[in-house]
């Protein structure tokens, strides 16, 4: 990681612990809203981003075409969050509460590949995809009670939010092959 | 490459094209320090940084992956150890001028620049030579590979053999990649490690054979992959053939720079100098080992009949660093941050007449 990828890195965490404040000071449909809109654009960017770079440059490349279904599938999911905007909040909660304990599912595939492959830490990673499972599901588990549930989500967006500016801060692993 | 073939094979090639031990040493170390010369070396001897000729892991971490920061590891990397082989290169479809500018930083042997490089070295210092001999060394390792930071031209998957010979033919072996940089190469289980994938274009990651691991720089192995830019169609490499033409062909550029043949020429070896020690050479090439430092140099003391002193990086650290402003340039470090200069000014404006950005301008 170079000193701008930090950068980014910790500017996310920040901003994922305003999304947790917001939250907590202010739970109203209007701050769910905020973050859903937040969240389609930003995997909007994403699919469109991969989209292009396909046409510019990856279809030339070998196994280029992922990189195409890769964009589309997060454009579609963009699409889906913003179709959201309407729904009670409730299922809007669900749905957020779904994308943390996916995000916690990619964190130990990629914590198993790590120690697998890879030098340095896993288990970092490990244990932040376990917590992030686990506090989807305990949202779940209270996702009739709302005031709960958003609280509970909001300790796991501030809990995501320090394991990546530890992350920032850390000595990183780095296998170049010069 | 690695210094077994930078240093020692080196020193060996300059001493069968006829330059005498001394000059061979001299030759060599200049060829081998092409790997070493970076920025934090040239600060720690007070030198200019426009003389580096590589970058440190460290560097690299920290190096900025925007346009400016792209151009400078372009000049570098491209420069002196992936010489593109073909700046006019047309690729069949159409394609971004992006895609094709880096479809042309290709590093590739017998291409038009080579023949620049060695030209350049013509009645310059040994330490010009040394550059050159390493620069062309390294267009028949690292050929396939772009010297640019690019997924969709330096990436490989999981389609990646190691070839066994066998009978009349090859057996196949599936290479395991890991990402582990503290644990050497398992060649008896053909583990072996690579730069870890990025789906980041620019990702330093990227650059190079990072994604083939260290197998271009072994000159025992035969291997057979996808390479990113191929249009699916494999490619097969054989190490030792390869490097037994980089050898010839040194020994040919060499005699040239000596004087010996009026001109250098691409697709000429000097296999005839090479003659009477083909089967030791064959052996020492095809020897599986990580590093075959001390087979070359044996072969290298055969061959003078005198003492190969090891590579040492600070052999001329103190006089350069004791000379005076005036004196440093006819130093041997001197001479050899000139050519080094020269050399890159020489391939940054080549690539960047060709309508190539992506090395910038030569100051």
Known sequence: ?178 | MQEDFHYYATYCAAFLAGYSHAESLDIAYSAQFVDHCSRTLLAKIKGPSEAATTQLQLELMEARTDRVGLQDITRIWSSFHFLPKDLHAEKGKRCSKLYLSKYRLICGPNGDLVVRTVELAKDKPLQSVGIAMHVLADTWAHMNFAGTPSLVINNTNYVFSELFPDGNGYREKQINFVHKASTPDDLENSIYTNSLYQSSENSIMNLGHGRAGHLPDYSFVRYKYLPAWGEYEEIVKDNPSDYMKAFTQMIFAMKYLRGDIPAFEKNMYDTEAVGPWLGRINEILERRQLIACEDWKAFGEELSGQTVEDYAIDRYFEEYTTSSAEDKEETFLGRFIRGAITHKGMVIDEIYRSGNKLAGKAK
């Open chain 1, 1 to 178: 990681m170079n000193i701008f990828q930090r950068i980014k890195k910790i500017l996310l965490a920040l901003m994922m612990i305003l999304a947790a404040l917001i939250f907590l000071v202010s739970p109203a449909d209007a701050a769910l809203l905020t973050i859903i809109v937040i969240l389609a654009l930003g995997l909007a960017a994403k699919g469109i981003k991969d989209i292009i770079f396909y046409f510019r440059m990856a279809r030339h490349m070998v196994g280029g075409k992922l990189i195409l279904f890769q964009g589309v599938l997060v454009l579609d999911f963009a699409l889906l969050t913003l179709s959201f905007y309407n729904i009670p909040k409730i299922f809007m909660l669900l749905y957020l509460a779904g994308v943390h304990a996916f995000s916690g599912v990619v964190e130990i595939l990629r914590a198993m590949e790590a120690r697998r492959t890879v030098d340095g830490p896993w288990k970092l990673k490990f244990a932040h995809g376990v917590v992030n499972i686990a506090l989807a599901a305990v949202c779940m588990i209270f996702i009739s009670n709302i005031s709960i549930a958003v609280l509970i989500y909001s300790a796991g967006l501030v809990y995501s939010a320090g394991v990546m500016i530890f992350d920032s801060f850390r000595r990183t692993s780095f296998v170049l092959i010069e």
